[in-house]
């Protein structure tokens, strides 16, 4: 079982919809959890970090996280075409140091 | 503006040879990650660092080598280059904080072995 677990997609929605990207960990112990968005040919960069169970928002994207279930997401509200990108899922496991396990990450495509 | 630079962008070599990634940041972070992604794979902990001095080894490690000798750099090296490590590398810097800290991502080199 891999530590972290994405769909690979291609998850495909036309604009204006809801996107929802998921992600499981296999650490029940970890802490620190994290949205990445990468676009082609691009370095990652952090759009969501989230730490206690239930929502976080910010602006079109809420994160959401539950500890028992081992799962987190992450939901694109109003989806646009420039939303359409690699999001990669992130945990900082129960091991202490600073170390963050990524996921595969999952393909978004946004249709105009 | 606090960066986190890596050098060259692409490189080609061949099998056998050594080659070392730079990687330079100006955030004043003490940690310091560097990463393999492939298609499939996601990013891979390769070697990490919480400090000058400090090197340990990630998830990929055999057949690279880090070292720390100040706080702005943590140079990659490829002891004797191997087609399975045609790779994008991306070197990171964090914060030491409490929490797993937010990551900053340089611009990747794109590595291939022939």
């Known amino acids: 079982q891999k530590e972290v677990e994405q769909n690979s997609g291609p998850l495909s929605v036309p604009e204006g919809a809801i996107a929802s990207l998921n992600c499981t960990y296999s650490?029940?112990?970890?802490?620190?959890f994290f949205w990445y968005r990468q676009y082609s040919g691009k370095s990652p960069e952090l759009i969501m970090s989230i730490y206690s169970n239930g929502d976080k928002e910010d602006g079109r994207f809420t994160a959401q996280l539950n500890k028992a279930s081992q799962y987190v997401s992450l939901l694109i509200r109003d989806s646009q075409p420039s939303d359409s990108a690699t999001y990669l899922c992130?945990?900082?496991?129960?091991?202490?140091?600073?170390?963050?396990?990524f996921g595969a990450g999952t393909r978004l495509f946004v249709k105009a | 503006d606090a960066e986190i630079t890596q050098s060259p962008r692409h490189k080609i070599t061949e099998t056998g040879r050594q080659v070392t990634l730079a990687c330079h940041q100006t955030w004043n972070h003490n940690n310091m990650f560097w990463y393999r992604q492939d298609l499939g794979h996601g990013l891979r902990l390769i070697h990490y660092s919480y400090g000058v001095q400090d090197t340990n080894k990630g998830e990929v490690s055999d057949g690279y080598s880090v070292s720390r000798s100040n706080t702005e750099d943590l140079p990659l090296t490829l002891e004797s280059a191997a087609s399975s490590q045609t790779s994008v590398y991306f070197c990171a810097s964090s914060e030491a904080s409490g929490r797993g800290a937010t990551q900053y991502f340089g611009p990747g080199t794109r590595l291939t072995v022939l």
């Open positions: 992130a945990v900082s496991p129960n091991t202490g140091g600073f170390k963050t396990i």
């Open positions: 650490d029940r112990g970890s802490q620190s």
